[in-house]
C-alpha cells in the first residue's frame, strides 16, 4: 500500500543518546518529525536507513544537532526526493560513513537548500562512501566542507552517474589515508560528463587506486598543486577508463617522487593529452599498462623529462596508442636504463598506428634483465627517424616473438650486439609482414641460439628483406619448428642466402616446410653441364664427359630441362654418374653443382622442405 502517515512532532530526546534505526524500512505516505530537541551526545546509525517515503525529508527544525556524534548510514537506502538539513550542527560527528548512499531519488537536490553543502565536518574521520550510488544528483559544491581529520575517502563519489558539477577545491585531505574510487563513474551516464574541481590537496599517507577510473569529464579536470609526501604511494588505475576527450594537466603535482606503481595509470583513457612535466618518476617501480589504449592520446608532454631506474616492466606501456606521436616529446636517453625491467611485451605495440610518428628514443633502453620483448613493436608506425636498438643487451630474452611484427618504418635491424644465450627460445612471427630490409645477428658474434625451438613465420608475409647474417657458429640444435620461415617476394644476397640454408641444414628439421624467398638465389659453383646421350635407372649417362676429373661425391644434378634434382652417390666413370633420384633420361639438359649452398639447398629438399627461390646464380 502507500504506508503509513507518519506524524511525530515535537519530541523531547534531551536525554536520548541514540535514534540508532528508529526510522529502518518504515514506509510512510506521509512524515513528519518537527522540532525534535536533543541534549546530550547521540547516535544517528542507520536512523533513517531504507526509509521508503517519496516526499521532501525535512528535518530543519531539529535542535541540539551539536549532540550528534555518528552519522554512519543514517540515510541510506532512502527514497526520499531530497533532504533539509538546514541549521545542523555536526561538528562533533566523526563518521559520515555511507551517509547518503543509495539515495537514488535525489536528483538536482544536495544543492544549497538542502543545508549538506554547509555542513560542519570538522571532527569526520571517516567519508568513506557518503554518497556512494547517488545516482541521480546532478551537482555537489562541497568546498567549503572542513576534511582535516578525515582519514578514510574511498568511494566518496563512487557510482554518482549524472553527476555535472563536482567542487572539491582547497580541502585539507593531510590526514586522508585512501581515495580508492574516489570518483569511479562519477559523470559517466551524464551527456557530457562531470566538471571536477579538486585543487590544493596535499596527500601524505595515500592510497590513490582508481580514484578517476571510469570518471566522465565535461572539461580538462582541475586538479592543480597535489602534493603526496609519503614513499610509495600507489598510483595502480588512477586514471583508468577515465572517458572524455580532454587534456589532462598533472604539471603543478609534486612529490612524485613518492609515486610507487604506475599500474595501469591511463589505462584506455580517453585524453587526448598528458602533461607531466616536472614530474620525478625515479621511484616507480611498474609502468605495466601505463597509457595502454588511449585511443585519442597524441602527445606526453613532459615525457622527455621522465626516468625510471627502478621501473620493473613497461608491458603494454603505450600498447594501442594510435595516435600518439613521439616529434614534438620523445624519450629521456634515461628513461629505462636502470636494467631492472623484466618485461616488455607489446610495449610499443600498434603505437601511432594511425598517425605515424618520429622513432622513439630507445637507443639506451637496457635490457639485461628482459625476459620477453614479444609483439614490443607489432604494427608500430614509424613514419620519420630511426629505431636504433644496436646498443641493446639481452642476456636473459626467452622470446621475441612478432616482435616487429607488421610494423611499418622499421627496416634495418642491427642485433649483431644483443649477445643472446641458450635462454632464447622463439623468433616467431620476428618480423612478419614488416617492412624490414635486413636483420643482422652478427656473423661474429658469440650469442647462443642452441636453446631455440621455433623459428615458424619469422619473415611470412614480408617482400623487402634481403639481407639475414647469422654468427658463423650458429647452433640450431634445438630448432624444432620452422614452418614458413620466409613466405613472400623477399630477395636475398646469394651469399648470405647460401649461408641461410646451410645453416637451417644444420637443424636436422625433417616435414613439409615451405620456404619461399621469393627470387633469392644461391651460388652453385658450376664444375659439368651437358646433356644425357641415355637412359639407365638411376645413372646419368653422357658419352662426352670425363667426369672422373670434375665431379665428386655429394655433387648436385640439376635436371635443367625438367627443375628436378639429384645426389651423386658413385662417379662410376668418366661418362656415368650414379644418382640417389632417377630424375635423367636420354636428350635432357643438366648442370652439375659443387658449392656447399647447392648441397645444403639439395638435403633440405630430401628433409621435405619445399623451397621456392631464384634457382642458382
Known sequence: GAGCAISLDDFDLTSCNNINTFFQQVKASSFSVENWSFGTSVSLA??????????????????????????????????????????????NVTSFYITFRDCENVTTGFGSSSGIET???????????????????????????????????????????????????????????????LCYKVGSVSVSGCEILMDNWTLNTVNTNNAFEYTKFSVAPSLLNWDFNSASTNFTGLFSN??????????????????????????????????????????????TYGFYANGYLTDIIGLSGLQMPLNTSLRSAFDSCRLLKFDTHNFHDDFASGGLITDMLSTFKMVSLSSGTAAPNVTNFDLSSTTTTGSMFSSANITSGTLDVSGWSTPLLISLGSMFYNSNG????????????????????????????????????????????????????????????FPTTLDLSSLNYAQNFLYGASTMGSTNYGFFLITLDTTGLTG?????????????????????????????????????????VDDIIF????????????????TVLTLDVDIMTSGELYEIESSLFAKARYSLAVKGWSINDGGSV
Open 512 to 552: 613439409a616446410y615451405p620456404l619461399v624467398v621469393g627470387s633469392s638465389q644461391y651460388i652453385a659453383t658450376i664444375v659439368d653441364s651437358g646433356t644425357t646421350d641415355g637412359t639407365t635407372s638411376n645413372k646419368l649417362v653422357d658419352s662426352t664427359q670425363n667426369f672422373t676429373s670434375t665431379v665428386s
Open 559 to 574: 635436371n635443367d630441362t625438367d627443375n628436378t634434382y639429384a645426389k651423386v652417390t658413385v662417379v662410376d666413370s668418366d
Open 410 to 469: 622499421i627496416t634495418n635491424l642491427d642485433l649483431s650486439g644483443w649477445n643472446f644465450t641458450n635462454t632464447i627460445t622463439s623468433f616467431v612471427n620476428f618480423v612478419r609482414g614488416s617492412e624490414v630490409v635486413t636483420v643482422d645477428f652478427g656473423s661474429a658474434s658469440s650469442s647462443d641460439f642452441s636453446g631455440l625451438t621455433s623459428f615458424s613465420h619469422f619473415g611470412y608475409g614480408i617482400d623487402s628483406i634481403t639481407t639475414i647474417t
Open 46 to 91: 542507520s536512523a533513517f536507513y531504507a526509509l521508503d517515503y517519496s516526499g521532501i525529508l525535512d528535518l530543519s527544525s531539529w535542535t541540539g544537532t551539536s549532540n550528534f556524534t555518528d552519522m554512519q548510514q543514517t540515510f541510506r537506502l532512502c527514497t526520499f526526493s531530497d533532504i533539509n538539513l538546514t541549521g545542523w550542527d555536526t561538528s
Open 119 to 181: 555542513l560542519d565536518t570538522s571532527s569526520a574521520t571517516n567519508m568513506y562512501g557518503v554518497f556512494y550510488s547517488c545516482e541521480n544528483i546532478e551537482s555537489l559544491d562541497l568546498s567549503a566542507w572542513d576534511t582535516s581529520s578525515v582519514g578514510s575517502m574511498g568511494d566518496m563519489f563512487r557510482d554518482c552517474y549524472k553527476l555535472t558539477y563536482l567542487n572539491c577545491n582547497d580541502w585539507d585531505t593531510s590526514s586522508v589515508t585512501t581515495i580508492v574510487r
Open 242 to 287: 577515465a572517458d572524455g576527450q580532454v587534456a589532462l594537466d598533472l604539471s603543478t603535482w609534486t612529490g612524485t617522487s613518492n609515486i610507487g606503481t604506475c599500474y595501469q595509470l591511463f589505462y584506455f583513457a580517453e585524453f587526448t593529452s598528458v602533461n607531466l612535466t616536472g614530474w620525478d618518476t625515479s621511484s616507480v617501480t611498474s609502468f
